[in-house]
């Protein structure tokens, strides 16, 4: 991880992470364990795990095939950020949203430049980039998820869609089944270092 970290501060512009995920559904839910056995749009990943500790059928899918998808019956739901309510018209098609606390899941990006392309720049064009990145361009990721979020909210309101709020108690249960999971991966990383 330190290796990572220091090659990061050579050529790292900035860092983000989306909104909390959300489960987009076409039929309500009352507990976790209606959602065993549904065709559910994932992207890989920690969704992948997620959707297997829910018993879900993880279909992968990226966002702009998961309108089509649902209108098709090919899924019965779909992982995404709440922006996803509204940029892909997701509200329409998949009318009852559940969120959990946190979320679902939460995806982290990293910009970067290549060092030798870096290198290969002006002084002023680096200058130039490193005035618009850093904590400025994290801070700016930050508030166009959060932007983008609200306005996927206002626009299931809009059109109807339900939000469903389930009890502690499968909030409770969810926690649980999530909470192996970044041990979990880290076991995977450390054998791949």
Same mark, same amino acid.
């Given at each position: 991880?330190?290796?990572? !970290? ?9 860092? &983000?992470?989306?909104?909390? &995920? @959300?489960?987009?559904? @076409? ?6 364990? *209606? ?12 969704? %992948? *795990? #997620? /959707?297997?500790? !829910? ?13 089509? +998808? ?5 899924? $019965?739901? +779909?992982? !995404? ?8 018209? !997701? @509200? ?10 946190? &979320? ?8 970067? #430049? ?12 680096? =200058? +130039? #980039?490193? *005035?618009? /990145?850093?904590?400025?361009? /994290? ?9 983008? $979020? ?10 109807? =869609?339900?939000? #469903? ?7 409770? =249960?969810?926690?649980?089944? %999530? +909470?192996?999971?970044? /041990? $979990? ?9």
């Amino acid at each position: 991880m330190r290796y990572w !970290l220091r090659r990061y501060e050579k050529s790292g512009l900035g860092l &983000g992470v989306h909104g909390p &995920g @959300a489960l987009f559904l @076409a039929e309500p839910i009352e507990s976790l364990d *209606d959602l065993q056995g549904r065709r559910v749009r994932i992207g890989g990943g920690v969704m %992948a *795990d #997620i /959707s297997n500790a !829910l018993s879900l059928t993880g279909v992968a899918l990226p966002p702009g095939g998961t309108y089509e +998808a649902a209108t098709q019956g090919v899924v $019965d739901g +779909a992982m !995404l950020t709440l922006e996803g309510l509204k940029s892909f018209r !997701l @509200a329409e098609v998949l009318p009852y949203t559940v969120q959990m606390p946190g &979320g679902f899941y939460r995806g982290s990006f990293s910009m970067v #430049i290549n060092p030798d392309t870096w290198q290969s720049l002006s002084e002023e064009d680096r =200058n +130039a #980039i490193m *005035d618009v /990145s850093g904590e400025k361009l /994290s801070r700016l990721f930050g508030f166009m998820m959060d932007t983008v $979020d609200v306005r996927g909210v206002e626009f299931a309101k809009e059109v109807g =869609n339900t939000f #469903i709020e389930l009890p502690p108690e499968e909030v409770e =249960n969810f926690m649980q089944l %999530a +909470a192996s999971l970044p /041990s $979990d991966w880290f076991e995977v990383a450390a054998e791949k270092v």
